[in-house]
């Protein structure tokens, strides 16, 4: 006979998820109402609400999908993209890869802007993909990285897909709450993320937004959208439709008191405030880090605040460090992917996860663990180094 | 400034999400853990084990999809439909529907077989498509209608199809846990279901199982899938590989430790118990709805009892009925849908809410209503129908 699960507290400082506030999960086990009650409905009226605030825009086709990010990716492509459409994708690291399958999958072109991992991606090859290819649709990249821990400039690829009458597909799975995200300033058509990385929700849920120029695009479909539940036609019924919602699928109800009380919290601390505050622990971890000898990945200017590749010190086998990690301290950071496999770790600091108490056990850990390994690093800094941060605000 | 929602307490008869055990919710909120952490890898292996019981298989491609029932159904089809398949639906009622458009949608030829709403698949007329047509691949059809309260015969139906060489989808959302179910048993290649219903989990994941000879049709497909989430060559990597996990989304942790313990509730029960007591609760609730002159839209033999669709009295106004157990009682039962709708009630008896409580709530609560709404019925006698049939007990 099975027992139940009663999983580990973790400090979580991996690409995602990151800690789940415990307002959070106290919102998450309230007790379930249907989905049509009036009072889910006047909920869900909320959350929209907060997430226009999140996402900087207008736009009332603005939801969560009841799905992971990659579900959000999808119900972006596939409403968008029709057989033979023309698709710029940039690819800079794993997930620029998903887009490409997934214009494919759709029947589309994918026009592929390559970058290495660990840059962003190089506008003049953008504007180059565009000059060489007529009649391009849509321009679709990675604002973050989770991948990697680059930040690329939305607002200046958007304004060159502007330029070319192309829509834009934006994936802000990791910036969303974390970096500053303007989808209406910047002209963003179409954008997805997810609640595990700076909005600290658990998994499971895909906010998205779409704007009149792709709602436009999307009920002028020649052909019919090759997905009932990501349909996007049908999803503005059910969370459009006010008092007259039209009855989709079963809502994630108690997904979505999480989800609420985490926009809730994000109003409260204000969302330029969430920002400073992933900066500002960023800078801390950052000297911590050099000061024991670790470098970046990435070059300064395009760093994620909220998730830092770092390369693994010479001679050290870095799964054995993140083992030792969760079993001495219960903490998890995260592995490199594909060609970083081995030679990067990802740390977090993401939503409720960013935080000083966290920082200084992550150099803690990581400066006791790798010295006890045999590492060439110095010691008795890294500790000082980030208190110098906090102490000079 | 928006402020954190409370939900009402409810109780929920209608056609699901059920009510919620306290174990559950409690599971739902602990601390979240990393989808790729040894604890939620062996919790996911757990997972799998409970689910082949719950459905009767022995099959390795039985998990959770990361969404709702709906994403259920479409990772059936999308993944065993190509173009230029032909498909014999079932419809006889909202969900037959619905399996039309994912057919059509994946460039599927369906046939469609129809019963009138309220009476189950009649076996003869699916006879009599295979007959009139060759090279049919797939028989898809609903074991449980949630919009209309049928069983359909789902062990002659699959016979059928195996007579013919074809696979079978059947829908399962609404009997998992609450009726007899034997996929290995009566060879249902594909099964999808939802956990908001007999198994008393909230909505937003969806348990589904593929046998061998549906797996060895997915992987000769000619085209890709054309979802990249839902594709289940990339999912069986993430879902079967064991230690050697490949990444492919994030999995909705918290969702996944709620239906990890609503399985460990549905083991300690024992599955054929758990059958009998949605039969002997709503042996009671008919007995009582009876009493007060309320019938049956769905012959004896065909009845869920988990779902109990029943004729609205003469001259009421079904939706301010509704109302009134809301305000009154908090008690939430179902509307009738499509043709349905205005003339019956839909009252769930599902997983933790199908109990001797809710049946004598909901008979009292019924019977006060509508005699304060003025109906014609028999008053003061429900309650002794009901536990009539508990005292024999």
Known sequence: MTTSFYPPQRTLMGPGPSDVHPRVLAALSRPTIGH????????????????????????????????????????????????????????????GGRMKENVERFGGTAIMVEDDWGKPVDPAKVKAAFAAHSDVKILAFVHAETSTGVLSDAKTLCQIAQHHGALTIVDTVTSLGGSELDVDGWGVDAVYSGTQKCLSCPPGI????????????????????????LDQKL?????????????????????????????????EEGLENAWARHRHHHNALRDGLEAMGIGFLVEEPYRLPQLNSVFVPEGIDEAEVRSRLLADYSL????????????????????????????????????????????????????????AVYNAN
């Open 206 to 229: 895909s906010p998205i937004s779409f704007n009149q120029r792709a709602i436009e695009v999307i009920e002028k479909r020649q052909t019919k959208t090759p997905s009932w539940f």
């Open 332 to 387: 998890e950071i995260g592995a490199g992917l594909g060609a970083l496999a081995g030679k990067v770790w990802r740390i977090g600091l993401m939503g409720a996860a960013c935080n000083k108490k966290n920082v200084l056990l992550c150099l803690s850990a990581l400066e006791n663990t790798l010295s006890a390994m045999g590492a060439d690093i110095p010691t008795g800094k890294a500790i000082a180094a980030a208190q």
């Open 36 to 95: 049509l009650d009036p009072e889910f409905i006047r909920m869900m009226d909320e959350v929209k609400q907060m997430l226009q605030y999140a996402f900087k825009t207008e736009s009332p086709l603005t939801m969560p999908i009841s799905a992971p990010g990659s579900a959000g990716m999808e119900a972006c492509f596939v409403n968008l993209v029709e057989p033979g459409d023309k698709v710029i994708v940039c690819q800079n690291g794993v997930f």
């Open 235 to 267: 999803v503005m019924g059910y969370w459009g439709g006010g008092a007259k919602r039209a009855y989709h699928h079963t809502a994630p109800v108690n997904a979505l008191y999480a989800f609420h009380e985490s926009l809730v919290m994000l109003e």
